[in-house]
């Protein structure tokens, strides 16, 4: 708006006129708007075209305000004898001109409405009206008309006699427009030449000697008028020049040429094209706006204002993106871009228009794809994992597929796995599938649980890697069988015990856990009459019934069983001797309750006489059986053994003092 004919509101952004605008002048008026928000450096613009609407406020103006003309009085009716041409600045109907006679002295004359050819209607003659004086008006079709009038006069000779001795002479232009939408037909050009001469000599007849091309233009020989034979297209050929011959009716013929240039005006039929319908580009990403990306163009064959161009891009899928310079068709960045968000922008309008009116468009296809840098490290789906797995795996077992994301592509999303941290040599991991398996036997007795970090990497030298990590818990596979702390065991108890007293307590361990740990205790062999029994959860070995030291004193071949709970159940054995200890329950018993010995009173002292013995059922002290003698051995004849029970003479007898002697003897 370099002459400041508008104004905005800053606000509202409200365009008002600020001073008279001329159709005239400027047709078409192209703003840039500019909005910015606050104080941001940051602005958008957009380009508003304003056409002038033509009002009819030019009337038709003729050239000259007069004019004459002389004719013979020979002139045949239907002679065009003048051509009256007036220009009107407004356009279409506003500019339109008709033509008529507004007042005449005689029905000699008439003129043709649209051509504005003044013909002959009849004869005239000189010696009855020298002189005819026509008013010519030439009225737009504006709403309402204006009208501008031409005085022409009319002045009619009679022959003399002319010696042909003047050429004819252009007062016509050589220079002439036309708009290339005219209609075959249209009046392009009126070629005037005057030749003084009288009569025949004098009469001028036009011819087209050459230039024209294609036939494109008619010449009428009489009245000079040049119209159009073919529809004119400027983008073929914008410009002719004709070379026109005035050639009069003396004998000879003297003629006179003109080169008549003929630009023909251009009319915005032409649609601006684009050099591609598909423009294909790439541009990396995370860029910082204001990144050149393409430049697009277009080629409008018109000329002037039709053939100025301005492009944009029009509303679509991500097109916010992007601003492009509407002279120049370059395409910026609008923001930084982010392959991850979006990789391919496919704007479907990259529009251009001219600046003719009405304008003409068209669209064009941009693809721009956003390359990949690699600003994304890989992810794995869990900050860290915990998996079981039973100790019974061969080696080379998969235990998990790992798997992490990279949201970058090619190379920079391409990941590759690894293990740190201690795995004991048991585990390795595919660098490329993220497959984790086991490189060894595991056996959970040995080790239980790993704790490892599984790395994921891509190609980048500038991003951290990711970790997560990897809890491995080994189940336990029933794969030891209970051992008993001693496979010999030891143990006493004494007789007469009431029933289920404790004897021992045997213990086995297993090292698996949960069930396949768990141990249950039984008696295998050597308890066929139930006289122990066995807690089976503690291994407590008590009695089952009351022991008889003297019916059994020993239990020698009794054998224990440790069994898990496992699936197949395993077990062991031990071997358990239990002693029965002996307690005084059983007196001594004499061989015989009553002994008779005979003996001669002539044996000598210190003879035996006999011997006493008693059994006792016990054991140890328990059975170790002393003697004495009682009673019966008041007078010392006789002394006892009182560990063997020899029973001795210490006193000569005498069978007429003591024939018998009955001797009390205690067994203890």
Known sequence: DPHGKFSIDPQFGIIRTKKQLDHEAQSVVVLTVQSQLGNSPVYTSTQVNISVTDINDNPPVFLTKSDKVTISHTQPPGTAIYIAHAEDKDSHLNGAIKYSIASKQSDAFSIDPSLGVVNLTRTVFAEKQQEYTLHIAAEDCGSPPLTSLLMLTVVIEEQ???INDNSPSFLSSPLSYVMEDVEVGFLVHHVIAKDPDEGRNGLVTYHILSGNENNAFVLDKITGLLTTAQFLDREVQERYSLTVIALDDGSPALSATQVLTIIVLDVNDETPVFLKQLYETAIHENRDPGEFVIRVEAVDRDAGLNSFLQYEILPGTGYEKFK?????????????LDREAQEVFSIKGSSCHDLGSPSRSSTAQLCVTVLDENDHSPLFAETQYQISVTEDLEEGSAILDLSASDKDAGLN??????????TYGAFAIDSVTGSIITTKALDRETKSQYTFRAVASDHSTYFPRSTTV?????????????KFEQSYYKA?????????????????????????????????????????????ARGILATNTGLDYEN?????????????????????????????LDVNDNPP?????EYYVHVKESIP??????????????????????????SGNDRGHFCLDGRTGSVNLMKMLDYEDTMKFTLVIQAT
């Open 160 to 162: 003399k006699m002319d």
């Open 324 to 336: 492009m310079n509407s002279d120049s068709g370059e395409l910026v960045t609008a923001a930084s």
């Open 413 to 422: 999303g391409e990941v590759m796995y690894s293990l740190i941290d201690d």
């Open 470 to 482: 990897m809890t491995v818990l080994i189940q336990d596979v029933n794969d030891n069988g209970p």
């Open 492 to 536: 006493s108890v004494w007789e007469g015990q009431s029933p289920k007293t404790d004897i021992i307590q045997v213990f086995a361990t297993d090292l698996d856990s949960g069930l396949n740990g768990e141990i249950e205790y039984s008696v295998l062999s050597g308890n066929e009459d139930a006289t122990f029994l066995i807690d089976s």
């Open 552 to 580: 059994t004193s020993s239990y020698r071949f009794l054998v224990l069983l440790a069994s898990d709970c496992g699936t197949p159940s395993l077990n062991s054995t031990a071997t358990v001797l239990i002693t029965v």
């Open 589 to 593: 018993v004499f061989s015989s309750p």
């Open 605 to 630: 002292i210190g003879s035996h006489i006999t011997e006493v013995s008693a059994k006792d059922y016990d054991a140890g002290t328990n059975a170790e059986i002393t003697y004495a003698i009682i």
